[in-house]
């Protein structure tokens, strides 16, 4: 029987968590109020979390209007740890983001074959980055079975 577990963190054992997890929700605003969300993949560099995206997507909208927002981290396995991380976004824009998106690419996959193409492509396609700077965090979490189920 898997037990559901919640641990509280401080700062440097969140960012152990999530440094290695590149799967994640990004929860942004809607206009009228409501969550809207992506999946995204997401890298930590220097306490932040980096998500890279286009301008036209409803996300990039959604934190230009309010910045607000929150990262669901996951696990790579779905019955895995997860964190809800909650922060303030800012996006980044070419040309400001081409070396953002190079970062974006080194916490995830380390380095690149060609860096310059790496660059040119991501001119080529538009790209932007959001930028989560972290302001607070829920307990590490794993789903499961309430503790008081395995005492009976």
């Keep these: 029987m898997k037990i559901a577990t919640n641990r509280r963190v401080d700062r440097a054992e969140l960012e152990a968590f999530v440094a290695p997890r590149h799967r994640g929700v990004l929860l942004t605003t809607r206009a009228d109020g409501r969550p809207q969300s992506s999946l995204v993949t997401m890298g930590l560099s220097a306490g932040e979390i980096l998500i890279s995206s ?21 696990s790579d396995e779905f019955n895995g740890e997860w964190v809800q991380v909650d922060g303030t976004g800012r996006v980044v824009d070419l040309p400001d983001a081409v070396e953002e998106l190079v970062e974006y690419f080194r916490c995830i996959s380390g380095e690149h074959s060609d860096w310059d193409e790496y660059r040119e492509a991501m001119v080529r396609q538009g790209k932007c980055l959001i930028r989560v700077a972290i302001d607070e965090w829920g307990p590490v979490a794993r789903g499961g079975f309430p503790a008081r189920l395995a005492e009976s």
């Design 54 to 74: 286009y301008p036209e997507r409803a996300k990039v909208h959604n934190v230009r209007r309010d910045p607000r927002v929150s990262v669901v981290v996951m």
